[in-house]
C-alpha cells in the first residue's frame, strides 16, 4: 500500500511563499508519476502540477509561480509556491500514480490559506 504524507503547509500573507512536501513509501518512487491537486471550499478539486519520471505540467493559474519538482534519493515531491495570493486558498492533496496498475494514490491534505 502506498502511503502519502503531506507537511509544510500555513498562512501566508499575498506575495509570500511556501514550500510543501509530500513523502511517499510503500512502492519504488522512481516509478510513480506525482502530483499535487487542490480544493477550496465549496470548490472541485482541481489539477496544480504533475511530475512524471521525465517531465511535469501546470495549470495555468499557477505556471510562473509554482515549481513542482521531486527527490527521488528521499521519496519526496515538493511544490514550491511563490507569489501566492488569496486564490491560492486550498486544501492540496499529492497525489501518486502507478503507471503499471493504474492506481491512484492520494494524502490527507494539507491546508494554505493566502490572506489579502
Known amino acids: 500500500q502506498v502511503q502519502l504524507v503531506e507537511s509544510g503547509g500555513g498562512l501566508v500573507q499575498a506575495g509570500g511563499s511556501l514550500r510543501l512536501s509530500c513523502a511517499v513509501s510503500?512502492?519504488?518512487?522512481?516509478?510513480?508519476?506525482m502530483g499535487w491537486f487542490r480544493q477550496a471550499p465549496g470548490k472541485e478539486r482541481e489539477f496544480v502540477a504533475f511530475?512524471?519520471?521525465?517531465?511535469?505540467s501546470y495549470a495555468d493559474s499557477v505556471k510562473g509561480r509554482f515549481t513542482i519538482f521531486r527527490d527521488n534519493a528521499r521519496n519526496t515531491v515538493y511544490l514550491e509556491m511563490n507569489s501566492l495570493e488569496p486564490e491560492d486558498t486550498a486544501v492540496y492533496y499529492c497525489?501518486?500514480?502507478?503507471?503499471?496498475?493504474?492506481?491512484?494514490?492520494w494524502g490527507q491534505g494539507t491546508q494554505v490559506t493566502v490572506s489579502s
Open positions: 497525489l501518486a500514480r502507478d503507471s503499471t496498475t493504474s492506481n491512484d494514490y
Open positions: 511530475v512524471a519520471r521525465i517531465g511535469g
Open positions: 510503500g512502492r519504488t518512487f522512481s516509478r510513480l508519476d
